[in-house]
């Protein structure tokens, strides 16, 4: 088994999912699906418009947030998960370790559409997959660095299996929540 490659076993891990089980499902998301709120939380606002305590963001859009977080977190949208999938789980991680540009949630430019939301998270997602590929196999063995906290000395394998599940877990979330607004919405959108 030493002669495993790990490099292309980890990047299937999620480019199985998302090939097989995840993109296609968000095609066709359209923007009141993007921003609906089935409960008062935290969603991508236009600026000036949000009430949490920290609205990040240089656009015309902001996110919601708060720091320390909530307990009970606030119920988060669609919009806001996958502003936190391009810019917290994949854009940081692409600037810090692949030579992307700077992303934090105060400086990204957020979506005001679906389908701008959709081509931000498949360019993060292609500069992701790329990334770890050019890590070949010694990469994956190197320490993920100080940028990633308390992970800083674990190697950077654990980082990408880290991101799996973020994007698994989140991007979950996102169509549970485009089959429920669905399942609402079927008679209105009928009768238009």
Do not use: K
Not at 26 to 33: I, V
Not at 106 to 125: E, H, K, N, R
Not at 152 to 161: C, I
């Amino acid at each position: 088994m030493s002669d495993l490659a790990w490099n292309p076993l980890l990047r299937e891990q999620i480019t199985w999912h998302w090939d097989n089980q995840l993109r296609a499902r968000l095609d066709g998301l359209r923007d009141e699906e993007y921003f609906w709120e089935p409960a008062p939380g935290w969603n991508v606002r236009p600026r000036g418009t949000g009430t949490a305590p920290v609205q990040g963001g240089s656009g015309t859009m902001t996110i919601d947030f708060a720091f320390p977080e909530p307990d009970p977190p606030p119920f988060t949208t669609i919009a806001w998960r996958l502003g936190h999938v391009i810019v917290g789980v994949l854009a940081v991680r692409n600037a810090t370790h692949f030579g992307g540009p700077p992303a934090s949630y105060q400086s990204f430019d957020y979506a005001a559409t679906a389908d701008d939301a959709l081509a931000q998270l498949d360019a993060a997602y292609s500069a992701w997959i790329a990334g770890v590929e050019s890590l070949g196999e010694s990469g994956l063995r190197r320490p993920s660095g100080p940028e990633e906290g308390e992970y800083a000395e674990l190697p950077l394998a654990t980082l990408v299996l880290h991101i799996s599940r973020e994007l698994i877990h989140h991007l979950s979330e996102v169509c549970l929540l485009r089959d429920l607004y669905g399942h609402l919405h079927r008679e209105t959108e009928t009768e238009i």
